[in-house]
């Protein structure tokens, strides 16, 4: 990991808050293990090993700092700091715990999978002047807007679509900007786009899918060779 490089630092930000009822666990989803390990310690270690990243806050839930201080590998880099209801009020708590970045990458715990290739290319396109930069898949899916009825009202042309993923980097002036309004959003790169702002795609990797659903863990636990995958 590089020591900490002054008015460059790349602060990586953990939501691990979620409650993680679409898993159907009975700890909040970042603490489900996967392979045997919990989601938030794979997504850290994987921060770690991508070499691009001065310094780490994870958000968790209140009752839950201890235990993921006790998990987390104990480093000076690496900080706890309790969460909010909704995504956007844990981002906007890990920034507030990391007000001097220059960077931020907002990285989702439940994308425990994550290559660290693809964080230190996400933060490789930072350094070069992109001020916002989101890992994004083709879908695969055709995807149609519908109403509150369930009636279709539309179908994008899906060539034009993208899945986005995490690590999702910032300039930290653009993040703390796009902050600085009280809105939610389901990623942060919404919340730049509303600003106005540019956001560069870089190609994503399947490694990346979010760990949500009890097949996902599955997924996840398989690829790790773990036989909670197999059954
Ligand atoms: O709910 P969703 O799957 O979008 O959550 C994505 C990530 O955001 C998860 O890692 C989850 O723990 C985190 N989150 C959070 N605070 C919340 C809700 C979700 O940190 N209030």
Redesign the pocket.
């Known amino acids: 990991m590089p020591e900490p490089s002054g008015d460059a630092s790349v602060v990586a930000l953990v939501?691990?808050?979620?409650r993680?009822v679409r898993l159907g666990a009975d700890a909040?989803?970042?603490f489900v293990a996967v392979g045997g390990v919990p989601m938030v310690r794979l997504a850290v270690d994987g921060l770690l090993a991508s070499g691009a990243v001065d310094r780490i806050v994870v958000?968790v839930p209140p009752e839950f700092v201890a235990g993921a201080v006790a998990l987390l590998p104990p480093s000076d880099s690496v900080d706890v700091v309790v969460?909010?209801?909704?995504?956007t009020?844990?981002v906007r708590a890990g920034i507030a715990a990391a007000p001097n970045a220059s960077y931020y990458l907002v990285h989702?715990?439940?994308r425990a999978l994550t290559p660290p290739a693809l964080i230190a290319r996400v933060a490789a396109e930072l350094r070069a002047g992109h001020p916002a930069v989101v890992p994004a898949l083709p879908v695969v899916d055709t995807i149609k807007s519908v109403d509150a009825e369930g009636v279709v009202t539309g179908t994008p042309e899906r060539a034009r679509l993208r899945a986005i993923q995490t690590p999702q980097g910032f300039a930290a002036d653009l993040l703390r900007a796009a902050y600085a309004a009280d809105l939610v959003a389901?990623d942060d790169a919404a919340l730049v786009e509303r600003l106005g702002a540019r956001v560069r795609t870089i190609s994503g990797d399947p490694l990346a899918f979010?760990i949500?659903t009890p097949l996902d863990l599955r997924l996840a636990n398989t690829l790790l060779g773990h036989p909670a995958g197999l059954s």
């Open positions: 939501p691990a808050a979620g993680g909040p989803k970042a958000m969460g909010g209801a909704e995504r009020d844990s989702d715990a439940a389901t979010k949500t």
